[in-house]
């Protein structure tokens, strides 16, 4: 079993940023492929980013080059650094965790992933 728990969300204006924080238990962390998923009112859960084991990411489009997802394996702890939010990016953000069948390999569907946090707010104000 992993236990995952976010931090870190909020309300923050447009052009802001934000750091969500995603605290791993349970498992060795460090074999785990992670991912942010977010959710709005109304609409379907979707990918946000994803990393291996050994640190490859992958973004969405729409958050290509204002996100950063990253992992600290000593610490057991998954980011993931929103800078230049939109409005559009208003959501739950979850993070998620599964069992890699390599270091490299990453996950970009949320039906891929055994272990989800509970949710964290995040709210852009134009």
């Known amino acids: 079993q992993v236990q995952l728990v976010e931090s870190g969300g909020g309300l923050v204006q447009a052009g802001g940023s934000l750091r969500l924080s995603c605290a791993a238990s349970?498992?060795?962390?460090?074999?785990?492929?992670m991912g942010w998923f977010r959710q709005a009112p109304g609409q379907e859960r979707q990918l946000v980013a994803t990393i291996s084991p050994s640190s490859r990411t992958y973004y969405a489009d729409s958050v290509r080059g204002r996100f950063t997802i990253s992992r600290d394996n000593a610490k057991n702890t998954l980011y993931l650094q929103m800078d230049s939010l939109k409005p559009e990016d208003t959501a739950v953000y979850s993070c998620?965790?599964?069992?890699?069948?390599?270091?490299?390999?990453?996950?970009?569907?949320?039906?891929?992933?055994?272990?989800w946090g509970q949710g964290t707010q995040v709210t852009v104000s134009s």
């Open positions: 998620a965790a599964r069992a890699a069948q390599h270091h490299i390999t990453i996950y970009r569907s949320p039906q891929s992933y055994d272990y």
């Open positions: 349970g498992r060795t962390f460090s074999d785990y492929a």
